[in-house]
């Protein structure tokens, strides 16, 4: 069995007198992809902001590559791998798309592995290599969601963490955005997606956990979620 390379370990966290996460556990073996799946409210986001460092824990530790990774900031886990597409896309909206797959790299020095990777990256999402000198702020949702995570690709990163990717996006978007989620497991890279949508995300999916109001209520492998009649009832609408 592959190694667990994210574990989460009975975290806690709360902000403004709430406790958001109480008590999630969950592991991301290497070559896996995982999805958290849940309603709105429920903490995956709250859960998604501790793991990258941007939420302080209360409780509990999270463990990556079998480190604590407890109090490291966002920067200095993507020198580790591990990568974030954060929920609401955060393009650099005053920057050129070349320029935000520039800052994608921030932490590398080869910079011809860098022209490579943006060339890739071009041939990943053509509509980016068509609007590359526009600014990243007056393109659509879809195209920031491929920015966005186009720039986390950047960085090479050995777990990749997608939060809500096809939120707010037209179904042809959203079709487009699981298939680059696809590729991108296909191509050896670790996931964990937070996501919505949880038919797409399960039929995807290695492993699911559902999260309901701060906690995991369940887990199994994504095709047997999909079928399982609690699932189907409470997140697929039948």
Avoid: H
């Avoid at 009975?10 to 709430?18: A, H, S």
């Avoid at 824990?57 to 079998?66: A, K, N």
């Avoid at 070349?98 to 910079?111: F, H, K, S, V």
């Avoid at 939120?167 to 042809?172: A, D, N, R, V």
């Amino acid at each position: 069995m592959a190694e667990v390379l994210l574990s989460v370990k009975d975290l806690k966290v709360g902000y403004g007198g709430i406790q958001a996460v109480k008590g999630v556990s969950l592991d991301v073996r290497e070559g896996e992809l995982v999805t958290l799946i849940g309603s709105n409210g429920a903490g995956k986001t709250t859960t998604m902001n501790a793991i990258t460092g941007t939420l302080p824990l209360q409780g509990g530790d999270i463990q990556y590559m079998g480190q604590s990774i407890q109090g490291q900031g966002p920067w200095d886990l993507v020198k580790q791998g591990l990568a974030m597409v954060p929920e609401g896309r955060g393009v650099f909206t005053r920057m050129t798309i070349t320029e935000n797959l520039q800052m994608g790299a921030y932490i590398r020095q080869d910079t011809a592995g860098i022209a490579d990777d943006i060339e890739k990256m071009f041939t990943i999402f053509p509509r980016l290599r068509e609007r590359k000198s526009q600014l990243a702020g007056t393109m659509s949702g879809g195209e920031q969601q491929m920015l966005a995570m186009a720039r986390a690709l950047m960085s090479r990163p050995k777990v990749l963490l997608l939060d809500e990717p096809s939120m707010g996006l037209s179904p042809i978007m959203v079709d487009k955005i699981f298939e680059v989620v696809r590729d991108v497991y296909a191509q050896g890279v670790t996931v964990l997606l937070v996501e919505q949508n949880a038919s797409r995300a399960l039929s995807i999916a290695d492993r699911g956990y559902v999260m309901e109001s701060g906690l995991i209520t369940m887990t199994g492998v994504g095709q047997d979620m999909l079928q399982d009649p609690k699932v189907r009832a409470a997140y697929l609408g039948e």
